[in-house]
């Protein structure tokens, strides 16, 4: 008897070693998260993030080579373009980068050199930004949110801004390089990167109805990350709204949550239009930069669909890539009383990104919905799910992408998520409730 518990023991020691065997040999050999600073759940990783006290610090000529060095190694262990080797353009602009390094060099310096490399990707997941906290222009924040939008700096246009150093920003398509500029310049570092800080600064902003106003500002104006969050709590990134009257019902996606809460949200949203016989819904992702693809998912579960198309796409395991084809994908819908049968209306910006985007995509492409607004901020095929580093001795953050993700309609690869019916992003509501009145 004991013998045999001997050997039940040992039997069951072997597979667990087995099992953690298999698990370290893929983290070490295989998985994209190796050395990330942020690993996800059932991944493996020692690093951990460093946050640098302020954005003075300066590294010698050796230390700034040294990193860029570090982050062409990651991209030729990372990147699905980097499968057979790192483009010779990557390899040419990191040591003209390094080449142009004086014998002192700044945190900004080293962040420029970075960008400027990944930039070449056009990749808009693909981006290096600082790790030392950042003072933020506080009233600029509440300005936006009252409706108006940034159109210039000290007589310069936001665009003009963009253009004159895209080289430091990763995009795929202007207007979503143009937001991330706005969210530089919304912060004194942003503003000493893109090289517009000055002493005294004027942002011009622009109404809808065409009105300006010009502020003036000063360094005592711009705020640390903590006094911004002192006394702000984080606002839900979903919401809902029933309009009886035009038996229509709006849906907010302003990011890409999945967890337990949202579950119950959408069932209960769900529930809730089919009760009041709501004929038409829509999905507002104007402002919904991304996230995780469950949400679309989970969606489906209460639209009346009993399966939608999925794209195909690739995703880098070390020295391999790993392909999966488009497909078919069944839906299982929770109940009867929360499946959606209306119309639905899906509502787009150029501030939509990423997972947002692929909700407009797979909506579109599956012949699910009407899409209204402007192109989204990212390409529908392109790429994503990123591993996040950073360099050895700056601590310049960046996080490379991992796999490609192609289009449903694979005929439009090529081009950008092209709405149904074109609008600005501010007429986009209305111009879905005209068509759902009419």
Same mark, same amino acid.
């Given at each position: 008897?004991?013998?045999? =518990? ?17 698990y370290?040999?893929f ?5 994209? !998260?190796?050395?990330?600073v942020?690993?996800?759940t ?7 993030? =460093?946050?640098? @006290? ?7 000529? @050796?230390?700034?080579c ?21 483009? &010779? @353009?990557?390899l ?15 945190s ?41 939008e ?16 895209e080289?430091? +920003?990763? !995009? ?16 004194k ?6 090289? +517009? !800080? ?6 011009? !902003? ?6 300006e ?10 705020y ?10 984080e606002?839900?990134?979903?919401? /809902?709204?029933?309009i009886?009257?035009? /038996? ?26 089919n ?6 819904? +829509? ?10 693809? &469950?949400?679309f ?7 009346d ?10 995703? =880098? ?6 392909t999966?084809?488009?497909s ?9 009383v ?7 209306y ?17 909506m &579109? ?13 990212s390409?529908p ?18 996080q ?17 998520l ?9 007429m ?6 005209d068509?759902?009145?009419?």
């Amino acid at each position: 008897m004991e013998k045999k =518990r001997g050997r039940g023991f040992l039997i069951v020691f072997l597979i667990m070693m087995s099992a953690l065997t298999v698990y370290f040999v893929f983290n070490i050999f295989f998985s994209p !998260y190796w050395d990330s600073v942020y690993a996800p759940t059932g991944y493996f990783s020692l690093a951990s993030m =460093r946050y640098p @006290e302020n954005d003075s610090e300066t590294f010698t000529k @050796e230390q700034a080579c040294e990193d860029i060095d570090y982050l062409v190694k990651v991209l030729g262990r990372i990147h699905p373009d980097c499968i057979d080797s790192v483009p &010779q @353009e990557i390899l040419d602009c990191a040591e003209k980068q390094k080449q142009s390094f004086t014998d002192e060099v700044s945190s900004y310096d080293v962040w420029r050199a970075c960008a400027r490399v990944l930039h070449l990707f056009d990749d808009a997941h693909t981006m290096a930004g600082p790790s030392y906290s950042l003072d933020y222009l506080k009233e600029h924040k509440e300005i936006v949110a009252s409706g108006a939008e940034l159109a210039a700096i000290n007589g310069v246009s936001v665009g003009d801004i963009f253009h004159n150093n895209e080289e430091l +920003v990763s !995009y795929e398509l202007d207007p979503w390089g143009i937001r991330i500029v706005e969210g530089l310049v919304s912060t004194k570092e942003g503003l000493k990167y893109l090289g +517009v !800080y000055s002493d005294t600064l004027e942002y011009t !902003y622009r109404y809808s109805d065409g009105s300006e106003t010009v502020k003036t500002y000063s360094s005592k104006d711009f705020y640390s990350e903590a006094a911004m969050n002192t006394d702000e709590t984080e606002d839900t990134p979903y919401s /809902s709204q029933i309009i009886s009257e035009k /038996s229509a019902a709006i849906l907010t996606l302003d990011s890409c949550v999945y967890d337990m809460d949202f579950r119950e949200f959408i069932y209960n949203f769900f529930k809730d239009i089919n009760e009041k016989n709501i004929g038409s819904l +829509v999905i507002d992702i104007r402002e919904n930069s991304g996230g995780t693809s &469950q949400v679309f998912d989970e969606i489906m579960i209460y639209l009346d669909h009993d399966k939608f198309s999925t794209a195909g796409g690739e995703w =880098r395991l070390g020295p391999y890539m790993m392909t999966w084809e488009p497909s078919e994908q069944k839906v299982t819908h929770m109940d009867d009383v929360s499946v959606f049968g209306g119309d639905v209306y899906v509502l787009t910006s150029n501030n939509t990104f990423s997972s947002g985007t692929l909700i407009a995509e797979y909506m &579109q492409d599956n012949g699910f919905a009407t899409v209204i607004g402007e192109e989204c901020g990212s390409m529908p095929a392109g790429y994503g799910d990123v591993s996040v580093f950073q360099t050895p001795n700056a601590a310049v953050t960046f996080q490379v992408s991992t796999k490609f993700f192609d289009r449903v309609n694979e005929e439009r690869r090529d081009e950008p998520l092209t709405p149904d019916i074109r609008t600005s992003k501010n007429m986009a509501l209305l111009e879905a409730m005209d068509i759902i009145s009419k």
